[in-house]
């Protein structure tokens, strides 16, 4: 049984890198200074223009803690907004374990952002977070 539970494991392993695919369109290596929370903080505490961090997690979730300047696109849905970002912006995208993200950033792509950064999970952000009070 466990070696079955092996084989299975060896064989399906591949197929589901696709899921977990990395999106990573910024220009000029931006995505190695945000790609850990350090670098992302960085980015969040000199309020840096050029980017724009998007929690694609549920209202609910997002405003029970987010990281800060994060705004809230369920989804990464952007059709319908009435205020969303433009399109020459650097999005970098996380949801709440870094499963939902890809999808949200490949969403974000197809609606025309070109520059998207799939960060993963706010899971993995060790600093304080906002809450919404709304």
Same mark, same amino acid.
């Given at each position: 049984?466990?070696?079955?539970?092996?084989?299975?494991?060896?064989?399906?392993?591949?197929?589901?890198?696709?899921?977990?695919?990395?999106?990573?369109?910024?220009?000029?290596?931006?995505?190695?200074?945000?790609?850990?929370?350090?670098?992302?903080?960085?980015?969040?505490?000199?309020? +840096?223009?050029?980017? *724009?961090?998007?929690?694609?997690?549920?209202?609910?979730?997002? !405003? @029970? $803690?987010?990281?800060?300047? /994060?705004?809230?696109?369920?989804?990464?849905?952007?059709?319908?907004?009435?205020?969303?970002?433009?399109? +020459?912006?650097?999005? *970098?995208?996380?949801?709440?374990?870094?499963?939902?993200?890809? !999808? @949200? $950033?490949?969403?974000?792509? /197809?609606?025309?952002?070109?520059?998207?950064?799939?960060?993963?999970?706010?899971?993995?952000?060790?600093?304080?977070?906002?809450?919404?009070?709304?």
């Amino acid at each position: 049984m466990k070696r079955k539970a092996f084989l299975t494991l060896l064989l399906v392993g591949p197929l589901s890198r696709t899921v977990w695919a990395q999106t990573d369109t910024l220009p000029d290596g931006l995505s190695q200074t945000i790609r850990t929370p350090e670098g992302l903080r960085a980015v969040v505490e000199r309020q +840096d223009p050029r980017f *724009v961090i998007v929690d694609v997690r549920p209202p609910d979730e997002y !405003a @029970a $803690g987010h990281i800060p300047t /994060a705004i809230n696109i369920p989804g990464g849905i952007t059709t319908g907004m009435n205020t969303p970002p433009d399109k +020459d912006k650097y999005i *970098v995208v996380y949801c709440h374990g870094g499963r939902k993200s890809p !999808a @949200a $950033g490949e969403k974000m792509l /197809a609606d025309g952002y070109p520059h998207v950064f799939v960060w993963g999970g706010i899971l993995a952000w060790p600093y304080a977070r906002d809450v919404s009070t709304k």
